[in-house]
């Protein structure tokens, strides 16, 4: 059995039947989901728009037949909120959710204070939206430092901190030993560790499966516990019994019979897998990262092979040491293909000519060297990879910047470049990582009919539809498999990527 306990009501009523296809296909037996809003999701919704909103969810559940319980949607700077409370209680609501409203225009937290305290004597739970990031928070959301102090203040109440504070690093620090504090894993890319961290910090008994669809993809969300170093037992805590416990759900009833057998699943996407996002060495930004040792034994553990980049070149300015010392590391690997890493505004031809002769390829990143892929000084660097044929691996992205350990400095890359990229590059095999549907969707659109670019899938398995967008309008020939790795776990992208093909492969072969 398997409940999803965050979840949202697809605006668009047309995206409901796949709402429901996904759950089944996911073996999802209950989902609690919440609707913001009915047009779009404001900050600070009326009386109207709330009320709106929770119809909204009321319906979605009578839809579903059996799958969806919600939520009462609460905006605690609404006075006539225990009106819509009691409405919602009345027409089954099973707990209340607090999104970013729950702070005043003017920054005062007080108004939330009653509809805790009345979640307390009702003896129903609060989730809470929470969040921790580099950037400012909104006006009216909280982070995990202020959800601990609500809890402590007013500790008969159950409250769940969703998306675990969204650093949950950080989160779960400030969340520690707090009884009545639980915390979902929704919403986050599936990091590796993650999981058994929080498990290990806060207790299994308190870390609840929820996956924030209709916005992030749910088996990318499930993965996360699939792949986590944590026991069945534990496990089947934080996949049903938990929520059962919180939300006072029967955990034998009819409507939630089914196990899932992850074993079990057909991997039917990528048979063979050749890794194109893979890196082995430290991130000091994210604080993790894998020995080439470690790496070995994961590829051969999984049966892939990579193409292997260094993630000290990431951020570290002698590239030439660095490279020298990698492909001395992964001399005598059979399962990993080094890449060097090259700045191609710095000093790279004597970096290039190394390259052609010790490694697979070269990998570029515009994004943490800071470069435009239309800067025309970077066109040289382009022809001579080009010359030779020599294949050029492209980082776009890497995990979430929010989520950074401390700020580095780093360029976003835009849809213009990728379009105009996609135009004028000379013709070579480029492999562009980290890119989402719309960078996937410039670059292949714009590319010449004779250029070879491909695009690894990682951040498709992460947000709901996009792998299936770009397989429906461009085929699968353009895509190639990156696990972002050691970030992710290995086996995750992969596994989403056959969950959501293999539910859905009769949609793609109708386009």
């Not at 996609?422 to 070579?428: E, G, K, R, S």
Request: include cysteine.
């Amino acid at each position: 059995m398997i409940i999803d306990m965050h979840t949202h009501v697809p605006l668009n009523k047309s995206d409901w039947p796949k709402f429901i296809h996904t759950c089944r296909t996911n073996n999802v037996s209950i989902a609690i989901a919440s609707a913001l809003g009915v047009t779009d999701w404001p900050q600070y919704p009326s009386k109207e728009v709330v009320r709106k909103a929770n119809d909204l969810a009321f319906e979605f559940a009578q839809y579903s037949r059996g799958l969806v319980r919600w939520l009462a949607y609460i905006n605690p700077q609404n006075a006539n909120w225990p009106k819509e409370l009691q409405l919602c209680l009345n027409k089954g609501a099973i707990g209340i959710k607090l999104w970013i409203s729950i702070k005043s225009s003017d920054g005062s937290i007080e108004g939330v204070w009653p509809i805790l305290e009345c979640a307390g004597k009702l003896k129903i739970p609060v989730l809470i939206h929470s969040f921790n990031r580099q950037v400012d928070l909104f006006k009216g959301e909280i982070n995990t430092l202020e959800v601990a102090s609500l809890a402590k203040k007013i500790p008969q109440t159950t409250i769940i901190a969703a998306h675990a504070g969204g650093n949950w690093q950080i989160g779960i620090k400030q969340l520690a030993n707090l009884d009545n504090v639980y915390v979902d894993i929704s919403g986050s890319f599936p990091q590796r560790t993650m999981v058994e961290t929080i498990v290990r910090e806060l207790g299994d008994e308190h870390v609840l499966f929820g996956s924030d669809m209709y916005g992030r993809e749910q088996s990318s969300q499930l993965a996360k516990i699939i792949f986590s170093n944590i026991t069945d037992s534990q496990r089947e805590l934080l996949l049903y019994k938990n929520s059962c416990r919180v939300f006072g759900l029967n955990g034998n009833s009819a409507a939630s019979q089914q196990i899932t057998n992850y074993n079990s699943k057909t991997m039917q996407f990528m048979s063979e897998v050749v890794d194109h996002f893979c890196f082995a060495g430290k991130f000091t930004f994210l604080g993790t990262g894998v020995s080439i040792e470690e790496l070995e034994c994961e590829l051969i553990r999984n049966k892939y092979t990579a193409f292997v980049a260094n993630a000290e070149t990431l951020h570290n300015d002698d590239l030439a040491d660095k490279n020298n010392k990698f492909i001395t590391e992964v001399a005598g690997s059979s399962q990993i293909k080094p890449l060097a890493t090259i700045d191609p505004l710095g000093d790279w031809r004597p970096l290039l000519d190394q390259a052609k002769q010790d490694f697979a390829g070269v990998l570029v990143s515009p994004y943490f060297h800071r470069w435009s892929l239309q800067d025309t000084n970077c066109r040289d660097f382009f022809e001579s990879c080009a010359k030779d044929k020599f294949p050029v691996w492209i980082n776009c992205d890497l995990g979430d910047n929010r989520f950074y350990m401390y700020p580095i400095p780093i360029r976003q890359v835009s849809i213009s470049e990728l379009n105009w990229f996609a135009a004028n590059a000379p013709l070579n095999t480029y492999y562009f990582q980290a890119l989402h549907e719309t960078g996937i969707d410039a670059l292949l659109t714009n590319k010449r009919s004779d250029s070879m670019i491909y695009c690894e899938i990682s951040r498709l398995t992460d947000v709901a539809g996009s792998l299936i967008n770009v397989l429906r309008k461009f085929g699968r020939n353009h895509f190639v498999f990156g696990s972002e790795y050691p970030l992710r776990a290995m086996p995750t992208v992969k596994y989403v990527a056959d969950t959501m093909s293999c539910a859905k492969i009769d949609l793609v072969r109708k386009t």
